[in-house]
T-cell receptor, first 111, second 115 residues
Framework: GESVGLHLPTLSVQEGDNSIINCAYS??????FIWYKQESGKGPQFIID?????DKRQGQRVTVLLNKTVKHLSLQIAATQPGDSAVYFC??????????FGAGTRLFVKA | DADVTQTPRNRITKTGKRIMLECSQT?????MYWYRQDPGLGLRLIYY???????NKGEISDGYSVSRQAQAKFSLSLESAIPNQTALYFC??????????????FGAGSRLTVL
């Protein structure tokens, strides 16, 4: 069935280093892949999305890579800061409104 | 003010009680959603609405009901709460990005504990 999963439940990085959060997906028919960030006590917040016909998209300090051959998605955060500490969710957007979320990866940034 | 406002933020209740979680939005979006979040399970869709006259079940609608009172208001009810409905509940609206993705804007969440 459809699923969006994550390779690692937690990731710890040193402040200033780059972070890479990985995600595996199973539905090849997804139109978009989206990353959300959830800080403690808040709802998830949109970070960046990538259309299924692309393999890379860059935002401010973030880059999303899509490898459709192996059904893998990653979020790269450059120069990780303490404010980046959060849970990150990858999500598949299928059939317009439908969104399937992964379980999330918690990112810890060490000062 | 927040774009999506949920009340109450925290609620403790007893088994069998009726509970209503309320949501209002100022985004002007037609689409509204209720999600449930449990540790390790991500977010799961309970109900969604594309406009005032449109209500649809999500993947885990059993034990829940909703009401779309206006474009800006979407409430979730638990008619008879049970302990396994203890969770964090999120209301969301959605719109499309420039690239076409359906992106969700979430409220801050309502933490419900059923004893």
């Amino acid at each position: 069935g459809e699923s969006v999963g994550l390779h690692l439940p937690t990731l710890s990085v040193q402040e200033g280093d780059n972070s890479i959060i990985n995600c595996a997906y199973s539905n090849s028919a997804s139109d978009y892949f989206i990353w959300y960030k959830q800080e403690s006590g808040k709802g998830p917040q949109f970070i960046i999305d990538i259309r299924s016909n692309m393999d890379k998209r860059q935002g401010q300090r973030v880059t999303v890579l899509l490898n459709k051959t192996v059904k893998h998605l990653s979020l790269q955060i450059a120069a990780t800061q303490p404010g980046d500490s959060a849970v990150y969710f990858c999500a598949e957007n299928t059939g317009g409104f439908k969104t399937i979320f992964g379980a999330g990866t918690r990112l810890f940034v060490k000062a | 003010d927040a774009d999506v406002t949920q009340t109450p933020r925290n609620r403790i209740t007893k088994t069998g009680k009726r509970i209503m979680l309320e949501c209002s939005q100022t985004k002007g979006h037609d689409r509204m959603y209720w999600y449930r979040q449990d540790p390790g399970l991500g977010l799961r869709l309970i109900y969604y609405s594309f406009d005032v006259k449109d209500i649809n079940k999500g993947e885990i609608s059993d034990g829940y009901s909703v009401s779309r009172q206006a474009q800006a208001k979407f409430s979730l009810s638990l008619e008879s709460a049970i302990p396994n409905q203890t969770a964090l509940y999120f209301c969301a609206t959605s719109d499309r990005t420039g690239s076409g993705a359906n992106v969700l804007t979430f409220g801050a969440g309502s933490r419900l504990t059923v004893l």
